[in-house]
């Protein structure tokens, strides 16, 4: 993904994003002619002339004030509306680039950090319309119909103008460039390093409470925190120097157009109230012009955002990541299935430049990490594999699931699995994994994903059957909460909770990574023959990854995993 595909993402349509900018030129342009009206008025007024020659200003000025305002009000409706439409399109556009990469292609962006770039960084493309683009198209055209009208009464104070304005222009982006423009460029991943620190430090709080280290992380937080309030200070102190610009630079004008003038004054019909229109109206003008300098500032942190997220979003899924390719057409089968793995390899995404394709798509360049590897997963198998630290235990578990691309042959049902999109494989092989993910829900939220047409009584059933019934009847009931990735409940309960998702969704393949990881070793026994047995004897195949002993009588079969050697 681009960024420019995400700037174009962000930008409404023209049918929409054209009202708000009407409707924002009107209420601009109802400021100026106010203070023009306004100024000829009390001008002309001190003359004393007739009341009859001051109606038509008058009613000038109350039109002016009620437009401005009621435009500005119907401009902030079209004009948000617009830019927050856009918001979800860009949203599912960025999700539907990243689902088929997750979750092994993201393994090199910091969850804090991926949270900021997928909600700060996408709310941020809404000040593209917002805060860039109307802003330079309304600045713009009042701009010009100013200067039009200011030469129409005095040509040299219309020429003073637009110099002014074009020197404002220029300058107030310098100024604004030269005093927070590497601070806007940097607010972006400053929050998101922020986000990533307060992340890690509160998910893994426990293990720097037992080592003493929660000073440090405080500290590293700290620093975070203190770079980031520096750069929101230094933008802050760049939209104050811009407009300090602006405002000089309008004062500048109202004396030079006075310079200009007081001279023609009686000459050409150019009398006093005239004078006072092309005096204050550069101070109306320049109100509205300032947004340029600054939308010049909105736009590096859009754009500094909108690289954000194009950094996260490959253009190309990464080697190693299967991609559904003009072959995966068929549906997965119903019922038991057959799964036949013959000298299947792996390699993570991310592991070095991919000099040869191995057979099956494996890059020759990556480091090996599932050593070739053969078995049959027949209905109702009970298989143990097992294999030492780094022997590729949980890549097997990635590569079964269509986490991960593969060298050899892995079959379904005799088919290539490549001949099914990757969502199909997973609808018949499903993975508990090491460290299961518990919603911050209650007990029967974190079920019905799994089945959402399931009824208490079924949930209630599948929990018995894991031997989480009674502990949830004591919990008081399927309302109970599991607390934030499941810190309420402890490492045996979240493996029989992931369990009882997985019977829920009916896999014919189930695969257990590890359930015994998080487990203290004297119920790690219990554990397994436990979850063997929910598991049912049926057609329900079980793949069990462990790196502890099993009982024989508990598993048909063992696979042994070697040591990767490249």
Not at 54 to 81: N, P, Q, T
Not at 174 to 186: D, F, H, I, P, Y
């Amino acid at each position: 993904m681009r960024r420019a595909e995400v700037l174009r993402l962000a930008q409404p349509k023209l049918v929409r994003f054209l009202p708000g900018v009407a409707f924002g030129l009107l209420s601009a342009l109802c400021a100026v002619g106010l203070l023009a009206t306004a100024a000829w008025l009390i001008t002309r007024a001190a003359e004393m002339p007739p009341i009859l020659f001051l109606s038509m200003a008058m009613v000038g000025v109350r039109a002016f004030a009620l437009g401005r305002a009621a435009f500005r009000y119907v401009e902030r409706l079209f004009s948000h509306d617009a830019a927050f439409a856009t918001l979800p399109e860009l949203r599912v556009g960025v999700y539907e680039r990243l689902v088929p990469v997750s979750p092994d292609g993201l393994g090199g962006t910091r969850r804090g950090d991926l949270l900021a770039r997928l909600v700060g960084d996408v709310d941020e493309q809404q000040n593209l319309p917002l805060r860039v683009v109307q802003p330079l198209v309304v600045s713009g055209l009042t701009a010009v119909a100013s200067v039009v009208v200011m030469s129409i009464v005095l040509p040299a104070a219309g020429f003073v103008l637009g110099v002014a304005l074009v020197a404002v222009f220029v300058l107030g982006t310098v100024v604004n460039a030269l005093v927070s423009g590497r601070a806007e460029r940097a607010i972006a991943g400053l929050r998101g390093s922020y986000q990533a620190e307060l992340a890690d430090h509160l998910t893994h709080l426990d293990v720097l409470t037992a080592y003493g280290a929660v000073a440090a992380g405080r500290e590293r937080l700290a620093d975070a925190d203190r770079d980031l309030t520096r750069a929101v200070l230094r933008r802050s102190a760049g939209v104050g120097a811009t407009s300090a610009l602006v405002v000089l630079v309008a004062g500048l004008v109202t004396v030079l157009t006075l310079v200009v003038g007081v001279p023609t004054l009686g000459t050409g019909g150019f009398g006093g109230p005239a004078l006072a229109v092309v005096a204050l109206l550069p101070l109306a003008v320049f109100e509205v012009v300032a947004m340029v300098p600054l939308a010049a500032g909105a736009w590096r942190q859009v754009s500094a955002s909108a690289d954000r997220i194009a950094s996260v979003v490959p253009d190309e899924v990464p080697e190693g990541i299967p991609v559904d390719g003009p072959r995966a057409t068929r549906r997965a089968p119903s019922g038991p299935v057959r799964l036949s793995l013959r000298g299947v390899t792996a390699r993570w995404p991310g592991g070095g430049d991919a000099a040869a394709e191995a057979p099956g798509g494996a890059a020759a360049g990556r480091p090996l990490a599932l050593a070739p590897v053969s078995f049959e997963v027949e209905p109702g198998d009970r298989i143990l594999v097992r294999g030492g630290s780094g022997a590729g235990k949980t890549t097997l578990a990635h590569v079964l699931v269509r986490f991960l691309d593969h060298g050899g042959d892995y079959l379904l049902d005799g088919v290539d699995v490549a001949e099914y999109p990757a969502d199909e494989v997973r609808r018949v092989v499903g993975l508990c994994e090491q460290r299961p993910y518990l919603f911050d829900d209650d007990i029967r939220q974190n079920l019905l994903f799994a089945k959402d047409t399931a009824t208490d009584g079924e949930l209630e059933a599948v929990l018995d059957r894991v031997g989480l019934g009674d502990w949830m009847r004591a919990r008081g009931g399927l309302r109970a909460r599991v607390g934030d990735r499941g810190a309420l409940v402890s490492g045996g309960q979240a493996q029989r909770l992931a369990l009882a998702r997985a019977l829920l969704a009916e896999f014919p393949v189930l695969v257990l990574d590890e359930p015994t990881a998080n487990v203290d070793p004297d119920r790690a026994d219990a554990l397994v023959r436990d979850l063997l047995q929910a598991a049912g004897r049926g057609d329900r195949a079980v793949v069990l990854i462990s790196h502890t002993p099993v009982d024989d009588e508990l598993v048909t079969k063992t696979v042994r995993l070697e040591a990767p050697r490249d």
